[in-house]
């Protein structure tokens, strides 16, 4: 099992940036695929960007390219997810999760393991 918080979610305008932090405990993450997700209000959950278990390979959705860059300390057993340049269409819930099986899946359902989320709202 795999305990997940998310935190360092909160208001921003837009233009700035955020860093989100997710601490795992009872396994550790850095044998597992990792990956962000967010749910805007009415929508389904959406990939942002994963990293390979063994921190080698990204990959990003279109949208946060050049703007969102996800990292791992392993020693802290915690998983990163620096935001810059935020627009007002990244307001979402921010999640992370962890994939186990080292998957590099952009589908929710690829995850085992996610936290509860944190509220990241970019004003316009």
């Known amino acids: 099992q795999v305990q997940l918080v998310e935190s360092g979610g909160g208001l921003v305008q837009a233009g700035g940036s955020l860093r989100l932090s997710c601490a795992g405990s009872g396994r550790t993450l850095s044998g597992a695929t990792v990956g962000w997700f967010r749910q805007a209000p009415g929508k389904e959950h959406e990939f942002v960007t994963l990293?390979?278990?063994?921190?080698?390979?990204?990959y990003s959705t279109d949208s946060v390219k050049g703007r969102f860059t996800i990292s791992r300390d392993n020693a802290k057993n915690s998983v990163y997810l620096q935001m810059n340049s935020l627009k007002p269409e990244d307001t979402a819930v921010y999640y992370c999760a962890v994939d186990p099986a080292r998957r590099l899946g952009v589908r929710p359902q690829e995850y085992d393991y996610w936290g509860q989320g944190t509220q990241v709202t970019v004003s316009s």
């Open positions: 990293l390979s278990w063994n921190g080698v390979y990204t």
